[in-house]
């Protein structure tokens, strides 16, 4: 995928004065602003990830916004809108409060707010088990709005939101404020909607889920941040927006009339002064949503102002807004067009769910919202040759992937075929959105991109037409000079012998004069080389044919058009643009497109120039006729660049390493906390190469060349490239100056780690060390030593780990001409069993078990789930046809769970000392006066009765159990029954996870018999199925002085524990 141009945000090059032969420069413009618009995907715990990257990206801008503000010569990165869904809209948040908040509150790479948000949520608080057991009815950290996960989870996080964002705080007035002032970003969240909203629409009922909920968060003079509604253009009716109440907490009592006078007027002023104001509450709620991801978490009830609630209610009648809704009502009134009447508004209160469900790469709602915001809040002066930056954070898209496996899969039943089938349709309905963002929206097509096409073009044609190949510009210290005496060929007399000198002077220009090239004379540049366009097409429009030496002229003036247009392409990417007025900027752009309207007339020079074989059909140049099938899309993006304000591009970002995260359907990294900051640490570190590969795709053409030429001006990046990987390393050890890496010990062994490893990769031993030895790669030699001692908690040791596990499993790259080896994913078992391997310290109950018996950790987990599950529903349908198939489940589970257990003394599934919802203290022990086992003695038509059963499992496969039989009864040959008790130690092997064998000595005690027949010994063999729940037993019993008696049995187990859980 091409790298477009966000090192337009990150060129820190300072221009001193012009030389004496050039008039002075202009009094700069200013500081030059570069807009910018960050989307953050969704994906559970690849928050953790996405958290770190968003933490260096916004620390790096920041950085580089200082220097520009020491050197106003100098651009510097404007964030403009940041959207997210789902988990990206937690982290959407903390980006816009991280890049308003003053620099002593910024925190380091190890203590700051992304970092802490995603450290302390792991599974056993987002999934607690009760202090009872997982059936306990007692569940102190659920709340009644909950799902299967708790939001309790996310106390801290909250509180720190809240505390951010109540603007009504106190603050002491030696307090430093929190906020830089002024700071404005656009904030933008997406959310569903649980109940459809009907929208009709040319007489069609319509129904709809996705919104979107778009804010501006703002602060003052006292350094306080406020959260307010975004009002888009439009009358708002028909737009699926949300914009939440003034004040959700007072919406559901008494409209705020004369009556309410209760709340302070100072109150009252600071609502008055804000109209559009947000309550903290409503955003956290907002966030609450937005991140709810079905099932894991409950609906979040939110209360906002529309026309019509779609909910049954019939709309409201009135000709006025409701109170609380008559700040938006203004709001949206002012943001209509001219005669556009917003309808009356009023609050409703509905159920919304993860805004991924529909949109989970809100681009579409960052595109709005930045370009509104930038038409009524410019950016400095608006630059026309700059386009608005679209970083998408995707976590999904790796560089340099492993090869797929070729392995044919398993053949599985169509049922699960059809399942795989939901799966990826839910996966493509969730970005649906975003290929209607970038579906026509004239993406990529920049200014700068457009003039590399044509001059590609001018090149190509001048090289048909006979005129020889000439060096393209250079970089560095020999440009200035190069673009001066380029201005001087344009200038020269259309014939004779002085524009084929000018050329092959031009391929011997040397850096006598490194100073840039005015801006005025880039200006004349491009209107010489329109104009001369128009005169050659003059003479290729003629009737008659070209003279010889008109020919030659003609395919000069190709190659010098082709040269200048080049040169002006890599221009475009100069950090110096505060020098130049805003006129110039404007004519540049317009003689930079108007090249375009001459190439179809030049286009004609080819009949009489050519030299190529023609084509069959239609007689003309193969040549020519990829030169006309060409044409048509210069010329329609050149005309969408006309009617663009702003060009827009979009940087997909790219990630090397395997995460821990992406285990689990994306929830692995809440499995502990340092898999969450291993993750953190790699998204720092993508993060930061991200950046050092855009800069070196799109470098300030007045830098030192430091990678091949030629592949950069083609605009692409092998990352195979030494030279490349020379840039990559010079640019990274300015950032990681910037981030203070070399203070982290994590953070360090990180970057340390993967990016020897990508340097292998992409260029396999040999050059990776060639590259690691070169100076621009000497930096990374210079981090702290990794630690000597084990200690239980470091993190550095722990993410180490966690991070040789994660690229232990190297394979094939997919580019087929890769020189190394690439990572694949792990799976569950593997990374268990290499986190055993590296011994791993766990620090978290679910971890440890996980690590301990992986199985055990999943049937622990599912009767959690599966307890969690019946609390929802039994509160909310008691008497539901769905409790037995719950209750079927968690006998199940219970069962399964009690096999791994390594000593068990009650092998029962009734959960002893628990109390399931629905039952009380003492239910559960009443159910053990039921047998555990009961055995049908098929030979002596008897019955054999257990309620005591222990088992001890030295492993997975064996099996020691103690069968104890208090009460058998036989009635073979006799009205009476034969009673005894037996005794049965046994060995059992499992063969297969639905089936083992056993053996074992038997001791009967017959309590009717005399003397020596009152014991007998025996033995007997069996056969358990199902969770060792039905049993085939054969056996014997040797009484002495009489024959051997044999015993066919057909057994029973687990009784009590089944009547228990179908009877709840």
């Known amino acids: 995928m091409a790298l477009l141009p966000l090192s337009l945000l990150l ?46 990206l916004v620390r790096y801008l920041r950085e580089i916004e200082k220097d520009a503000q020491v050197d106003l010569s100098e651009r510097h990165p404007q964030l403009v809108t940041v959207t997210g869904a789902s988990a990206g809209s937690i982290n959407a948040l903390l980006v816009a409060l991280a890049w308003c908040t003053e620099e002593s509150y910024q925190g380091s790479i190890d203590h700051n707010d992304f970092r802490s948000t995603w450290a302390g949520v792991g599974l056993d608080e987002l999934l607690p088990s009760s202090h009872g057991g ?26 720190s939101f809240r505390a951010r964002l109540d603007w009504r705080r106190s603050r002491h007035e030696k307090e430093k404020p929190y906020f830089r002032y002024p700071c404005e970003v656009p904030l933008g969240i997406t959310v569903t909607r ?5 929208v009709e629409e040319a007489g069609l009922r319509i129904p709809r889920q996705r919104f979107s909920i778009l804010w501006k968060l703002e602060t003052d003079s006292n350094g306080r941040a406020h959260i307010r509604n975004q009002f888009l253009p439009g009358d708002g009716s028909s737009d699926a927006l949300v ?7 007072y919406a559901t009592a008494s409209p705020p009339r004369s009556s309410t006078r209760r709340r302070s007027s100072s109150a009252f002023q600071v609502e008055l002064r804000k109209p559009s104001s947000v309550e903290a509450e409503a955003v956290i709620k907002a966030i609450e949503a937005s991140s709810a991801f079905p099932f894991a978490f409950g609906p979040v009830r939110l209360s906002y102002c529309a026309p019509s609630c779609s909910n049954g209610a019939p709309p409201s009648s009135s000709m006025l807004s409701d109170p609380y809704c008559q700040a938006i009502a203004d709001g949206l009134q002012q943001a209509a067009p001219e005669g556009a009447r917003v309808p009356p508004l009023q609050v409703c209160r509905q159920e919304f769910f993860d805004g991924g469900v529909f949109d989970n790469t809100p681009v579409g709602t960052a595109l709005r919202q930045a370009e509104q915001f930038l038409t009524k809040h410019p950016v400095s002066a608006p630059n026309p040759l700059r386009p608005l930056t679209y970083l998408f954070v995707d976590p999904d898209f790796r560089r340099l992937p492993a090869s797929p496996s070729g392995v044919k899969g398993k053949e599985v039943p169509d049922l699960l075929n059809q399942l795989e089938f939901i799966s990826s349709a839910i996966g493509t309905a969730r970005s649906f959105e975003l290929h209607n963002a970038i579906q026509n929206k004239g993406w990529n097509q920049t200014l700068r991109s457009h003039a590399r096409g044509t001059a590609a073009w001018l090149f190509q044609l001048a090289q048909f037409v006979g005129s020889p190949s000439h060096l393209a510009a250079p970089t560095g210290e020999a440009r200035g000079a190069y673009g001066r005496r380029l201005a001087g060929c344009l200038k020269e007399s259309p014939v004779g012998p002085s524009l084929n000198a000018c050329l092959r002077a031009l391929d011997q220009t040397r850096g006598e004069d490194t100073e840039p090239v005015l801006f005025s004379t880039l200006v004349d540049i491009a209107r010489r080389t329109h104009a001369g366009l128009v005169d050659s097409g003059a003479t290729c429009d003629r009737d008659t044919p070209l003279l010889e030496g008109e020919a030659r002229t003609v395919a000069r003036r190709l190659e010098l058009a082709a040269l200048a247009q080049g040169f002006l392409a890599e221009e475009l990417n100069r950090s110096d643009y505060g020098r130049a007025t805003s006129r110039e900027l404007d004519e540049l752009r317009q003689s930079l497109l108007a090249v375009t309207s001459t190439l179809r007339r030049v286009l004609d020079c080819a009949g009489d120039l050519g ?6 059909s239609t007689g003309k140049p193969l040549s020519v006729l990829s030169l006309e099938e060409s044409l048509p899309t210069l010329e329609k993006e050149a005309e969408a660049l006309t009617h663009l304000t702003r060009d827009r591009s979009m940087i997909v970002s790219s990630r090397f390493s395997p995460l821990a995260s992406s285990q689990l359907r994306n929830f692995g990294a809440f499995l502990d906390e340092p898999l969450r900051m291993t993750d953190y640490y790699i998204g720092i570190y993508e993060a930061a190469h991200q950046l050092a590969e855009n800069f070196c795709a799109e470098q300030d053409p007045y830098n030192t060349v430091v990678w091949e030429e030629g592949r950069r001006l083609q605009g692409t990046l092998d990352l195979k490239e030494e030279s490349l990987q020379h840039c990559i390393g010079e640019k990274l050890e300015f950032i990681t100056g910037k981030l203070d890496v070399a203070r982290s010990g994590p953070a360090s062994h990180v970057f340390e780690t993967l990016a020897k490893l990508e340097l292998r990769a992409a260029l396999g031993d040999e050059g990776q060390q060639r590259v690691l030895a070169s100076p621009q790669w000497k930096w990374l030699s210079t981090f702290p030593p990794f630690p000597k001692h084990r200690v239980l908690l470091d993190d550095t040791i722990t993410v180490s780990q966690v991070l040789r596990v994660l690229t232990s499993k190297e394979t094939f790259c997919q580019d087929p001409f890769s020189r190394g080896r690439c990572f694949e994913d792990l799976d569950l078992e593997e990374l268990s069993q290499g986190l055993a391997r590296e011994g791993y310290a766990p620090r978290s109950e679910s971890m440890r078990l996980f690590l301990a018996d992986p199985m055990r950790w999943k049937l622990e987990l599912a009767m959690r789930s599966m307890s969690r599950i019946s609390a929802i529903h039994g509160e909310a349908h008691p008497n539901s046809e ?10 199940l589970m219970t069962r399964q769970a009690g096999l791994r257990e390594a000593l068990r003394i009650n092998a029962s599934s009734v959960p002893l000392g628990q109390t399931p919802l629905g039952t009380s203290v003492v239910t559960p022990w009443l159910f053990t006066l039921v047998p555990y086992r009961a055995s049908i003695d098929v030979a002596h038509r008897g019955l054999m009765l257990s309620w005591f059963e222990p088992v001890v499992r030295p492993t997975d496969r064996l099996t020691g159990r103690l069968g104890l039989n208090p009460l058998e009864l036989r009635w073979k ?33 017959r309590w009717r018999e005399q003397g020596r027949e009152q014991w007998a010994l025996g033995g007997e063999v069996y056969a358990d199925f199902a969770q060792e729940r039905i049993r085939l037993g054969l056996g014997f019993r040797d009484t002495p002085g009489t024959p051997w008696a044999g015993l066919v049995y057909l057994s029973f187990a687990d009784l009590n524990g089944m009547l228990f859980w179908m009877t709840r």
Do not use: K
């Open 134 to 159: 997982p059936f306990s009815s007692f569940e102190p950290r659920y709340d009644s709005t909950d799902g299967l996960f708790t939001r309790r989870a996310f106390e801290s996080v909250i509180a």
């Open 11 to 56: 060129s820190t090059l300072t221009l001193t004065t012009p030389p004496a032969g050039e008039s002075s420069p202009p009094a700069p413009r200013g500081r030059e602003s570069e807009p910018f618009a960050l989307t953050l995907s969704g994906g559970v715990s690849l928050g953790a990830y996405e958290g770190g990257l968003s933490w260096a």
């Open 194 to 198: 649980a109940v459809p909203e009907t």
């Open 973 to 1005: 040959d006799s009205v009476l029954p034969y009673v005894s008790s037996s005794v049965t130690p046994s060995m059992a092997y499992a063969v297969s996870s639905l089936a083992s064998v056993g053996a074992g000595p038997t001791v009967e005690a």
């Open 611 to 616: 030299r190529t074989q023609g084509s069959r």
């Open 882 to 891: 769905f409790v037995p198939a719950l209750n079927a489940g968690r006998l």
């Open 243 to 249: 914009y939440l109440t003034e004040s959700p907490v």
